[in-house]
């Protein structure tokens, strides 16, 4: 089945997910958990919301416990699977448009992966335990942890998208003193009518807003609250490895995890552990203790003080301690690292059959590069930079990212780049 995705369940709103396949994946999660307590949020998609009680009740009739958490970022769920020993679960589509809904599995702070789930679900050999339904508030814990000895006397804008993380997000930097500007200030479950994924072009009005009011730096979050993109008082949307920098830098981030397709600058800064892309994969790393940091090019950041999974507002509020504890403005910082010379294309499929088919082409076209790095699609080392061409593991895409050591190199790599692809 299509919604058994490598790290979720995802799908379209009812023709993949609906109330009657949510009601089996939830018989099959609680089966496979054996009666492990659960803590359920949700976003505020129309999805989401339709499907939350059949996917609950699926859950306490295999005999979970289920503390039902209300609207929230992943991010709380998640967290009460640490410190609980738990399972927390979010009803999300993450980045996805408003169409899709999907299932996000945590147990112990790490994403549980569907292999074993669609296995049971197809299986049908389901508990019948009764469990129980408690409701439950996560969101005080939550913040209390991520903003325990912060203090930030910062102006900030904060874009939702209409997200889940709506008042969550506003509550925890107002905590730290923080005097916070909202640019969508109510959820929506069409996401204002965006891509609900922080990006370049998704932070446009914020980057204005930020201008308009003076602000010290903004913050754009995803609809479900793990990704993060940050605006420098300039209004300037940051690349995700220009944010890792300050971050390594001023915060001594000595070893880290970043994912293949990552800037190589970073090895300037930090001990770089390259992994495969994905949340699971860095988070297992995250998971042993050993890295400060972990970073995807998709607006992931990990933070090992703190938890194994990403978080956006944590993310904000660790830019915000930058920016107070050095005295200086995030475009004084940012300016001070060389300009990254970065790349990336998606090309859109209809569905796997066409994806392996131009992953073919592709092979042929790189027969003549020895020096190649097979962990995760293909990645070709280059004198001057790299190209990745890979499929995605969420949307039927293939992702193609390449870098340039300085302007020329990027050109030449740009146009071999078109060349391979075409």
């Known amino acids: 089945m299509e919604i058994f995705r490598k790290y979720d369940i995802r799908g379209l709103y009812p023709s993949e997910i609906n109330e009657e396949n949510a009601f089996k994946i939830g018989r099959a999660i609680a089966t496979l958990l054996r009666k492990k307590n659960i803590f359920l949020n949700y976003d505020n998609r129309l999805g989401s919301i339709r499907i939350k009680d059949n996917f609950t009740s699926g859950l306490i009739h295999s005999g979970a416990s289920v503390y039902e958490l209300g609207m929230g970022p992943v991010t709380v769920s998640a967290f009460a699977s640490i410190r609980e020993k738990a399972c927390g679960i979010c009803i999300s589509a993450s980045h996805n448009p408003m169409e899709y809904t999907g299932i996000l599995t945590y147990v112990d702070g790490v994403t549980l992966t569907p292999e074993d789930i669609e296995k049971t679900y197809k299986g049908k050999k389901f508990n019948d335990n009764f469990g129980k339904l408690i409701p439950f508030n996560y969101d005080d814990e939550y913040i209390n942890f991520i903003t325990k000895g912060q203090k930030i006397d910062l102006k900030l804008g904060i874009d939702s998208m209409g997200g889940s993380t709506t008042f969550i997000a506003q509550f925890a930097f107002n905590k730290i003193g923080a005097k916070t500007f909202m640019l969508r200030s109510s959820p929506s479950s069409d996401f204002y009518g965006l891509v609900p994924e922080p990006s370049i072009e998704n932070c446009k009005d914020l980057g204005n807003l930020v201008r308009k009011e003076h602000l010290d730096f903004g913050l754009q979050l995803d609809a479900d609250g793990d990704r993060g993109m940050i605006v420098d008082d300039k209004g300037r949307a940051l690349d995700p490895m220009i944010t890792s920098m300050v971050l390594i830098k001023y915060l001594k981030l000595k070893k880290i995890v970043a994912t293949i397709a990552c800037s190589s600058l970073l090895e300037n800064y930090a001990k770089v552990k390259y992994v495969k892309t994905g949340r699971p994969n860095v988070e297992v790393e995250m998971k042993t203790k050993k890295y400060?940091?972990?970073?995807?090019?998709?607006?992931?950041?990990?933070?090992?003080?703190?938890?194994?999974?990403?978080?956006?507002?944590?993310?904000?509020?660790?830019?915000?301690?930058v920016i107070q504890s050095t005295g200086k403005k995030l475009s004084k910082l940012v300016d001070e690292f060389p300009k990254i010379y970065y790349g990336n294309i998606s090309l859109a499929f209809s569905d796997q059959d066409s994806i392996k088919r131009k992953m073919n082409e592709i092979e042929k076209n790189l027969k003549g590069y020895k020096n190649r790095i097979e962990m995760d699609g293909i990645k070709i080392i280059l004198e001057n930079g790299f190209m990745l061409f890979r499929p995605s593991n969420t949307e039927p895409l293939v992702r193609v990212y390449y870098e340039g050591r300085g302007p020329s190199a990027f050109k030449q790599i740009h146009t071999l780049v078109n060349h391979i692809i075409k």
Request: hydrophobic share 40%; charged share 15%.
């Open 292 to 321: 400060d940091f972990g970073v995807e090019t998709a607006s992931h950041f990990y933070f090992g003080k703190y938890y194994p999974f990403s978080d956006g507002i944590l993310l904000g509020i660790l830019i915000g301690k």
